[in-house]
């Protein structure tokens, strides 16, 4: 398995596109973001290792839209597991 490494930043800060593209083919939280504090389209997408199109994790459709922003997922908290006895 490879190492993801974002330039400095903390998987909980979204990073711009403009700034940089996420890895090829890794699953990301996206939103878009509009400037003046309206937020929409938060899911989860990925790019394809061509074009610019985003694409559902699956890979079943691309979005028609392109997100602002995008983040690495959020690792599963410990207190949402569950506990086997």
Known sequence: ???????????????????QLPPRGTVVD???????????NEQQL???????????????MYTYYAPTHWKLPEPPSSSNKEVKQ
């Open 30 to 40: 996206t939103k878009v973001d509009d400037g003046y504090g309206k937020v929409t």
């Open 46 to 60: 990925k790019m394809h290792k061509t074009g610019r199109l985003w694409w559902f994790p699956d890979s079943s």
């Open 1 to 19: 398995m490879h190492s993801i490494i974002i330039k400095n930043k903390a998987m909980s800060n979204w990073i711009s596109v403009d700034t």
